[in-house]
T-cell receptor, first 119, second 115 residues
Framework: DGGITQSPKYLFRKEGQNVTLSCEQN?????MYWYRQDPGQGLRLIYYSQIVNDFQKGDIAEGYSVSREKKESFPLTVTSAQKNPTAFYLC??????????????????FGPGTRLTVL | SQQGEEDPQALSIQEGENATMNCSYK?????LQWYRQNSGRGLVHLILIRSNEREKHSGRLRVTLDTSKKSSSLLITASRAADTASYFC???????????????FGQGTELSVKP
């Protein structure tokens, strides 16, 4: 049963803590993405990776970090430097093209999301 | 930087009516995609239309693309209560903008279909 999973579904963070959100896919996709969604808003790109061991900053990367050590996994760490981390976080994946930079030309498959709340 | 802007922001219709949502964008694109999001869930891909295509159908969905006006529309025919969701357009920019690998999402249209 192929798909993309995120955990946990809900996450609570205290001020000054780093937290890591998990994203795993078994679709054999090269490209993976992290988005942030605030209430009533569209998606904003945090980081994306088009191939293992490589990733690029999106539009709102400050206060976040990622790694891509395995094709299946793209964890996101929300650091204490992120001043307003309360949001809904969505992970996605897509087929690559072999050329890397055209992975956006394919549809993206999304996970169910993680809702992060700062206490 | 949001490329897509959607109109209307919210739409409320009766079951059986058609729903039309519009999306405008600013730069040349390789393709435009529409996604659906149920409340509190992830997005689901609906349809992809390439820049050299003008119209595409999938079941009760009809998407048009006008590259001269930099706009697209999504039509849902004979709507059902289960169509209630937010709908987002997303653009994949042409390579000349060196933005390969990224989709740019609009703010979304919140559709409510009343039984």
């Amino acid at each position: 049963d192929g798909g993309i999973t995120q955990s946990p579904k809900y996450l609570f963070r205290k001020e000054g803590q780093n937290v890591t959100l998990s994203c795993e896919q078994n679709l054999n996709h090269d490209a993976m993405y992290w988005y942030r969604q605030d209430p009533g808003q569209g998606l904003r790109l945090i980081y994306y990776s088009q191939i293992v061991n490589d990733f690029q900053k999106g539009d709102i990367a400050e206060g976040y970090s990622v790694s891509r050590e395995k094709k299946e996994s793209f964890p996101l760490t929300v650091t204490s430097a992120q001043k307003n981390p309360t949001a809904f976080y969505l992970c996605a994946s897509s087929l690559g093209s072999g050329l890397g930079f055209t992975s956006s030309y394919n549809e993206q498959f999304f996970g169910p999301g993680t809702r992060l709340t700062v206490l | 930087s949001q490329q897509g802007e959607e109109d209307p922001q919210a739409l409320s219709i009766q079951e059986g009516e058609n729903a039309t949502m519009n999306c405008s964008y600013k730069t040349s694109i390789n393709n435009l995609q529409w996604y659906r999001q149920n409340s509190g869930r992830g997005l689901v891909h609906l349809i992809l239309i390439r820049s050299n295509e003008r119209e595409k159908h999938s079941g009760r969905l009809r998407v048009t693309l006008d590259t001269s006006k930099k706009s697209s529309s999504l039509l849902i025919t004979a709507s059902r209560a289960a169509d209630t969701a937010s709908y987002f357009c997303a653009t994949a920019r042409a390579l000349i903008y060196n933005q390969g690998g990224k989709l740019i999402f609009g703010q979304g249209t919140e559709l409510s279909v009343k039984p």
